[in-house]
C-alpha cells in the first residue's frame, strides 16, 4: 500500500511538471523545434531581451502589481478593522457578501461587467481612450481587495481586545491604539494578504484582457498576443524565466516564513 | 459621538465606496445591458435570443462536468495519500502541489500545448518510433485535459487542507471500535473532508467551465465553449448586449449552484487558498 501511494504521487507529479520541464529544455534548443533538440543555445533568450514590447510590459506588470496590492492592502486593512469594529450585523454580512462577489465570480465576468463601466464611463465623460492604465489599476485593487480582506480580517478577530482597551486607558487616541497597537498584531495578515494581492496582480490574465488597451500590455497579455497565432520560441525562453522567477519566490517565502516562525518561538520561550 | 468612534466608523468607508463603484455598479451594467439593445431601449431579445447557444450551453457544462469529476477522483487519493506522508516530506509534496498554481494558466496550457500538437513532442516520439501521428490538439479530450491540467491543484490543495486539519482521534477512535481500513475512509476520512471537497469543485469548476483560452488552444478553434462566446461578443461593441445576457445567465447559474453547494458545506471556511 505504501508502495502503491509513493507510485501515484510520483506519477501525478511526473505528469504535472513534464509538460513545463519540456517547454524549458526546449527553451534551449538550437533550433526551432519541439521534437528534435539540435544543440544548446541561448538565441531565444536573446531574442526575446531584443524584444521591447516584452520588456515594456514586464515594466507595466510590475508598476501594476506593486501599485494595486499596496493600494489593495491600505483600503483592505482599513476595511477588516471596519468591519470587525461593525456592530450592524445586516451591514457587516452585506458587505462582507459584495466583497466576496469578484472571488465567486468567473473571472471573466468581472472582466466583461468591468469593461462595461469602464466604457460607459468612457462614453458619459466623452474620453478618448476609457481602457488602459487606469482601468487596468481600478481592476487590479477590486480584485485584489476580497484577498487582502480575507487575510487580515481573520487576525482582527483573534486579537485581544483588552490591549486595545489597555491601550486607550493609557492615554492613547483611537488612532493612536489602531497604529501602535492594533495594526502591529494583525501585521502577519497585512503581509500575506500583500504579497498575495501582488502576485495575484502579477498572474491575471483574463480581468486584464477585458480592461486593458492595446497601449497598455502586461506580461501575461503579452504571452496571449504573441501565443495566439504561431509557436513562438522566444515565448518557451520567457515563460522559463518566469517560472523560474516563481520557484525562486516560493523557496524564498518558505525560508524567511521558517525563519519568522523559529524567532516568534524563541520570543516566546524568552517570555514565558 | 465618543471621540475616536469616527475613525472606527470610517475605516471601512473607502472600501464600501470602491466595492459599490466597481463591484456593484459593473454587474448593474451587466444587467443594464443585457435588458438593452444598441439604442439604450428596453428589450427581452438578447435574453431570448440566446437559445442559439443551448448547444454551447451544454457542452461547457460537459467538459467542466467531466473536468472536474476527473480532478475529483484523481485529486482526492492525492491528496489522501499526501497526508498521510511524514511532516518533512509533506511540507515538499505541498510546495510542489502549489508550484502549478503560481504559474501562470496561459504558460501552462501553453506548455500542455507544445506537447500535444501535431508538430510537439509526442507526435515527435511517435514519429521516431515508426507510428502514424495522432491528432490531439483540437479534439474534446485534449480541451479537457487542459482543464484537468491546469486546475487539478486547485482540487488538491483544498482537500488536502481539511484532510490535515482533521483530528487524528477520531481514525484512531474509529480502529478500536473495530474498523478496517476502507470503513475508516468511507465511513470518517470522507465525510469530514466534505468542506474541502466543495471548495475544490467551486476552484475547478468555475475557471473551466468560464474558460477561453484552454479551449482556443487546445480546442484549435473547433470548439465554442460559453468563454469563447462571451470573449467574442465583446470584440465588437454591437455585439456587447449579447455578451451581456450570456455572462448573466452564466453568473446566475454559477451564484445558484454555489449557494447551493454551501448549503451542504456549511462553513464559511474559504478552503485552502491561502495557505
Redesign the interface.
Known amino acids: 500500500m505504501k508502495i502503491l501511494?509513493?507510485i501515484?504521487?510520483a506519477l501525478?507529479?511526473f505528469?504535472?511538471?513534464?509538460?513545463?520541464i519540456?517547454?524549458a529544455v526546449?527553451s534551449f534548443n538550437t533550433s526551432g523545434?519541439?521534437?528534435?533538440f539540435a544543440g544548446l543555445s541561448f538565441k531565444w533568450y536573446a531574442e526575446l531581451f531584443r524584444d521591447s514590447v516584452a520588456i515594456k510590459a514586464l515594466q507595466n506588470s510590475l508598476f501594476l502589481a506593486v501599485t494595486s496590492s499596496l493600494i489593495a492592502t491600505v483600503?483592505?486593512t482599513?476595511?477588516a478593522?471596519?468591519?470587525d469594529?461593525?456592530r450592524n450585523r445586516k451591514l457587516k454580512g452585506a458587505?462582507k457578501s459584495?466583497?466576496n462577489?469578484?472571488?465567486?465570480?468567473?473571472?471573466?465576468?468581472?472582466g466583461?461587467?468591468?469593461?462595461?463601466?469602464f466604457?460607459?464611463l468612457g462614453s458619459i465623460l466623452h474620453l478618448s481612450e476609457s481602457l488602459g492604465r487606469t482601468s487596468m489599476l481600478?481592476?487590479h485593487?477590486?480584485f485584489n481587495?476580497p484577498?487582502v480582506?480575507?487575510?487580515v480580517l481573520p487576525k482582527f478577530k483573534q486579537m485581544d481586545p483588552h490591549l486595545s482597551e489597555a491601550a486607550l486607558d493609557l492615554g492613547c487616541?483611537?488612532?493612536q491604539?489602531?497604529f501602535r497597537v492594533e495594526l502591529p498584531s494583525v501585521m502577519s495578515g497585512v503581509v500575506?494578504g500583500l504579497m498575495?494581492a501582488f502576485?495575484l496582480s502579477l498572474?491575471d490574465?483574463?480581468i486584464s484582457?477585458?480592461v486593458s488597451s492595446p497601449d497598455f500590455v502586461t506580461l501575461?497579455l503579452y504571452?496571449?498576443n504573441q501565443?495566439a497565432h504561431e509557436?513562438k520560441y522566444s515565448?518557451?525562453a520567457l515563460?522559463t524565466i518566469?517560472?523560474a522567477a516563481?520557484?525562486v519566490?516560493?523557496l524564498l517565502i518558505?525560508f524567511v516564513g521558517s525563519d519568522n516562525r523559529k524567532k516568534k518561538s524563541k520570543r516566546v520561550i524568552k517570555e514565558v | 459621538m465618543k471621540?475616536?468612534?469616527f475613525?472606527?466608523?470610517?475605516?471601512?468607508?473607502?472600501?464600501?465606496i470602491?466595492?459599490?463603484m466597481?463591484?456593484?455598479?459593473?454587474?448593474l451594467?451587466?444587467i443594464y445591458?443585457a435588458f438593452t439593445d444598441n439604442y439604450g431601449n428596453f428589450t427581452f431579445d438578447n435574453l431570448t435570443g440566446l437559445s442559439v447557444y443551448t448547444n454551447t450551453f451544454i457542452l461547457s457544462i460537459g467538459f467542466a462536468l467531466i473536468a472536474t469529476v476527473v480532478c475529483l477522483l484523481?485529486g482526492y487519493?492525492?491528496a489522501y495519500?499526501?497526508s498521510?506522508?511524514d511532516p518533512t516530506k509533506q511540507k515538499i509534496?505541498v510546495?510542489?502541489i502549489?508550484?502549478?498554481m503560481?504559474?501562470?494558466?496561459?504558460?501552462?496550457t501553453?506548455?500542455?500545448m507544445?506537447?500535444l500538437?501535431n508538430?510537439?513532442?509526442i507526435?515527435?516520439?511517435l514519429?521516431t518510433f515508426g507510428l502514424s501521428k495522432i491528432k490531439m490538439v483540437g479534439t474534446s479530450g485534449a480541451v479537457i485535459l487542459g482543464m484537468i491540467?491546469d486546475f487539478?491543484?486547485y482540487m488538491v490543495l483544498p482537500i488536502y487542507t481539511t484532510m490535515s486539519k482533521l483530528d487524528k482521534r477520531y481514525i484512531e477512535a474509529a480502529y478500536d471500535l473495530g474498523c478496517n481500513n476502507r470503513q475508516v475512509i468511507s465511513k470518517v476520512v470522507m465525510p469530514l473532508t466534505v468542506p474541502g471537497v466543495i471548495s475544490g469543485i467551486t476552484m475547478v469548476f468555475?475557471?473551466s467551465?468560464?474558460t477561453?483560452?484552454i479551449s482556443q488552444?487546445l480546442g484549435g478553434g473547433t470548439f465554442d465553449l460559453i468563454?469563447d462566446t462571451?470573449?467574442r461578443q465583446?470584440q465588437n461593441?454591437i455585439t456587447?448586449n449579447t455578451?451581456?445576457a450570456i455572462?448573466l445567465i452564466?453568473?446566475v447559474l454559477?451564484?445558484i449552484s454555489?449557494a447551493v453547494m454551501n448549503k451542504f458545506a456549511d462553513s464559511d471556511e474559504?478552503g485552502g487558498?491561502?495557505v
Open positions: 501511494s509513493r501515484y504521487i501525478i507529479f505528469l504535472l511538471f513534464a509538460p513545463i519540456v517547454l526546449f523545434s519541439t521534437t528534435q483600503i483592505g482599513l476595511a478593522f471596519g468591519i469594529k461593525m458587505i459584495v466583497t462577489i469578484p472571488m465567486m465570480n468567473p473571472d471573466i465576468v468581472t466583461v461587467s468591468m469593461m462595461l463601466l466604457v460607459a481600478i481592476a485593487v477590486t481587495l484577498y480582506i480575507l487575510s487616541t483611537p488612532t491604539t489602531f500575506s498575495l502576485t498572474d490574465f483574463v484582457h477585458f501575461p504571452v496571449y501565443t509557436v515565448m518557451y515563460c518566469i517560472v516563481v520557484l519566490l516560493l518558505n | 471621540p475616536g468612534s475613525f472606527k466608523k470610517a475605516a471601512a468607508a473607502p472600501h464600501i470602491w466595492s459599490v466597481f463591484i456593484v455598479f459593473p454587474l451594467f451587466v445591458f484523481i487519493p492525492l495519500f499526501i498521510r506522508t509534496l510546495l510542489l502549489m508550484l502549478p503560481w504559474i501562470n494558466l496561459l504558460i501552462r501553453y506548455s500542455l507544445s506537447l500538437d508538430g510537439g513532442l507526435n515527435g516520439l514519429q491540467y487539478l491543484p468555475v475557471p467551465i468560464s477561453f483560452y488552444k468563454g462571451i470573449e465583446f461593441e456587447y455578451g451581456a455572462s452564466m453568473m454559477i451564484l454555489l474559504e487558498i491561502i
